[in-house]
């Protein structure tokens, strides 16, 4: 870093120490009187490359997360009303599909042939690769 940069630094943490709601302007135009290219820079700028700078060393704190903390772990939103209504769809074409299932079981006990049970669960097999 240049002396300037330095002497702009000390400053402003001199300004800081005095009054630490200094007016971020008045820091500014003070640091125009010592480094000329200052003026090149925003306020926002300015303010973040000195003013916070000097700030966050002057509060002592250690960078980083506190010792100990943990992320917080992100909300389960909640169901959507279509979700809801989707589901409702779903279970009462599962009840359908299950009577259909039970009817042709009860179908293909009754005849008491090999071959229709054997049928049904070849059918059955073959819908499930389907779906």
């Given at each position: 870093?240049?002396?300037l ?15 630490p ?96 049970i ?14």
């Open positions: 870093m240049s002396k940069e330095d002497q702009v630094k000390d400053m402003v943490e001199k300004a800081l120490v005095q009054d709601k200094t007016p971020t302007v008045e820091l500014f135009e003070k640091a125009v009187q010592i480094k000329k290219s200052i003026t090149k820079l925003k306020l926002n700028q300015f303010r973040g490359r000195y003013v916070l700078a000097v700030s966050r060393k002057l509060s002592g704190k250690k960078p980083g997360p506190k010792k100990g903390a943990q992320r917080q772990s992100i909300r389960m939103k909640k169901r959507q009303p279509n979700t809801e209504l989707l589901r409702e769809v779903f279970e009462g074409k599962k009840i359908g599909i299950n009577d259909a299932l039970e009817s042709a079981y009860q179908k293909a006990i009754g005849s008491d042939r090999i071959s229709a054997q049928g049904l669960l070849t059918s059955m097999d073959a819908i499930k690769k389907r779906i």
